[in-house]
C-alpha cells in the first residue's frame, strides 16, 4: 500500500495538469465554434438584407410658375447636376446660369424683352430644355428640343429621400469591388492597414504598440485595427471600446479570413464601413459616400478625392469636410504622404492634390426626411400585402417643396400659438404640448403632396395624419348646403345662395331626445340667405335646413364624396358631431376642388423591386359622383367664405388665390380644423391635445393661419387659376342693396360690399 502512495500522486498531479488544459481547451474551442457558428448565420442575414427605397415626385416647372432662386437651382443642386459656364456645352445631368443675352441666343426665335434670365440643362435622359425667367423669377415660358419650341412643363427627375435596411435609416449603394478606382482602395490600404494583403486578420505588431498604449492609458485609446477587424466590428459586434471586444473581434478576424478571399473581405468593406450623418440617416459605404460629399459617382473620383475618403473613414464627425474642414485636410494630407511613401503616387501627384479644395456641403431642401409621410407610406405598404424584407423601390407622391413648407408651417405654427394665447402657455408649462397635423394633395391627381402627423417625430411617432380620428365640428356643413342645393325646399322651389333660412334658437326631437343646437357666442341672425350662413357657420340655421332636407340624404352626399366612417343620421351630425380621418377631409374636399369629381387619394405612384421589376402601379380613378353644377354652385359659396366668412383671415394673411374653405370648431373648443383648396392644391390642417384637453380656439384662430402659411408657400407658386365653372352656371354679382334686403347684418367697421357667387342658370 505504502508503495503505491507515490505513484498515487504524480497520477494526481497529472490528472489535474491535465484537467487545467483540457477544460479551459474544450471551452475554448466551444467558443469558437459558437464564434464561426455567428459569423455564417450573420454573413448569410447580411447578404440578403436589401433595401427599401423611397423616391419623391418629379420636381415640375411651367409657364407662369412662380419661382425663387434659391428653389430653382436647389432643386438642380440637391439632384447633384453640374453646373456648366455659359457657353460651356451642356451634357447629361448638367445646367447653366444664362443671362438676358444668352437667353437670346438660345431661343432667338422666341425671344421677348420680358425675358430676363434662363436655366438651361439636360435631364438624365439627355433631354435639351430651357426655362425663361422674368425678373420677378416668374417662369416666362419653358423651351425644349432642337429647334426649341415651347412645351407644356419640364420635370427633374425622382430623387431618393428615404433608404432603410429593415428598420435601420441608411444611405447606402452596393458596388462591386472592380467598380471602384485604384486609386481609392490604394488610399485606403496606405492609411487604415497597409500590411493587409499579408496578414491573416490581425497585425501583431500593431497591436503590440496599441496594447502597450493601453495599458499605459488604463484604458482602450488606440485600436490597432486591421481592416479585416474594422469589418467584423461593423458588421458582427457592438464600437463600445473594452477588452472583451477587442478579444471577440480578434478572433472573428482569423475565422473570418478562413472564411473569405482578400478580395471579398475589401468588397465587404467598402459598402459597409460608416461614412457619416445625413440627418438621420447614415451613411454607410463609399459609394454613397462619393454621393454624399462629392455628388458623383463613385467611379468618377480623382485622387485627392479618394483621399478625403479614405480620410474620412477614421472617423466621419472628426473628418467631415462639411464640419471641420481644417482637420480634414490635414488628414488627407497624411493619406497622401502614406500613399507616397508606398510609392503609390509621386511627389508631384500629392503637390496637385494637395490644391484641390474640399468639398462644400451640399443644399438639403428637406429638414426632415418627411418621417410622418415615410411612416403613413410603410404602413400602406404593408397593407397592400408587400413585404418590406425582400427590398422595394416605391416611387411616391411626395412633393419635396410641399413637404418642407408643411413640416415648417406646422413647427412655426404650433410655437406661434403658444406665444400668442396665455392659456397655451399656461397648458405648456403644466407639461401639455400642443399639437397639429397637416395632409395635402393634389386634386387633379389624388396625389398626396405632404404629411405632417405631428409637431416632432422624434419625440412622438404617434401619426395623427393616418392613426387620429377627431370631431371634424363645421368642416361638414358643406355637405349639408350641398345636399340642400341639390335639393328642393317645402314649396318645391330649388335651393340657391339667396335662399333664405332660419337662424332662430330651436328644439328637435329624435329617437325619444330633444336636442337644442346653439350659435357660437349665442348670437342668433333669424331670417338670412345660405350663402351668409354658411360664411358665418350658422349652427341653428345649418341644423334647420339639414333637417329640413333629411338627414340621411347628407350621410349619403359625405359618402360619394369618400367619407368611410359610419356617420349615423342625428341632426347633430349637420354640426360635425362625429370623428373623422384627416385624409378622409382631404379627399372629401378634394372632391369639391374638382367640382364633383372623386379621385382616391395615394401616397404611392408605384413599387418596384430591386431588380427593377414593376410590381404595382396606381391607377388614378375619375368618378362624377355629384352634378358640377351643384358643386359649383358651393363652391362659390366657399369661395365668398374666404373674403366674408370665417376663412377670411387667409385672405388678410395675404393668400388670394381663388380659392374655397371651411373652418372647423367643436363646441368643447378641443379641436380647431381648417379645410381649403384651390384647382391644384387642398390641404387641411387639425389643432389640438392629444388627450382632448380644450385649447379654447377656433378654427380660424387655430388651423387657418397654418393652412395659410403652407398654401403661400405652394399654391401661390402656381398662376392663381379660378374654377373651370360648367356651362350651365352663372357667376352672378350681389350687390349691397341686395344683401341688405334679405337681412344681411353690416358691422359699423366693417360695411358690406358687392360679393360674386355661383348660380345655376334656369
Known sequence: MNSLGPISKKR?????????????????AQWLYRLNDSIDQQLLKKQFTPSIELLSAPEKFFKDQTL?????????????YRERKPGETVLTKDFAKLNKDQCEQKISNHFTNEIESCAEFRNTAGEWFLIALTSSFKIFDVFGGSPPESVTLTELEPMIFAQYYGSDPILRTIVELGDTPPLCLNALLAIEDSTFLEHGGVNIKSIGRA?????????VVQGGSTITQQLVKNYFLSHERTFVRKFKELFMAILLETKKTKDSILEAYINEIYM?????????????????????KLTDLNLPECALTAAIVNGPGVFSPFLNPQKATDRRKLVLEKMVEQNIISQQDMAVALLEPLPTAPQKLLSEPAPFFVDAVMKKVVEMGFDLKQGLKIETTLDLQAQEAAQKSVREGIDSLEKSYKSLQQLKEQGKNLEALLVSANPTNGYIQAIVGGRNFKKSQFNRAIQSRRQVGSVMKPFVYLTAIEAKDANGNPYTPLSLVDDSKFTTEYDKQSWSPDNFENKYFGVVPLYFALAKSLNCATARLGIEIGLKNIVTTAMDFGITSDIKPFPAMTLGAFELSPLEVLESYNAFARLGEHIPLTMIRNIKSINDDLLYEHTIEREQVFDSADV???VGMLKNNMINGSGSGAT??????????????????KDAWFAGFTPLHTAVVWVGYDDNTSHGLTGAQGAVPIWTNYMKQTAATYPPLDFRWPENVTVRTVDVETQKSLNVPEKPDRPLSDIQLVFKND
Not at 494526481?12 to 475554448?28: C, D, E, K, N, R
Not at 430653382?72 to 447633384?80: D, E, H, K, P, Y
Not at 388678410?652 to 373648443?669: A, E, I, W, Y
Open 632 to 634: 359649383a354652385v358651393l
Open 652 to 669: 388678410l394673411m395675404g393668400f388670394t388665390h381663388p380659392s374655397g374653405g371651411k373652418t372647423g370648431t367643436t363646441n368643447d373648443k
Open 211 to 219: 496594447f502597450l498604449k493601453n495599458i499605459t492609458a488604463g484604458r
Open 276 to 296: 457619416g450623418q445625413n440627418g438621420p440617416f447614415q451613411i454607410h459605404g463609399f459609394s454613397s459616400a462619393a454621393e454624399f460629399y462629392f455628388g458623383k
Open 68 to 80: 425663387t432662386e434659391q428653389r430653382l437651382w436647389n432643386a438642380f443642386n440637391i439632384r447633384r
Open 12 to 28: 494526481q498531479i497529472i490528472y489535474l495538469v491535465l484537467t487545467l488544459i483540457i477544460i479551459p481547451t474544450a471551452l475554448f
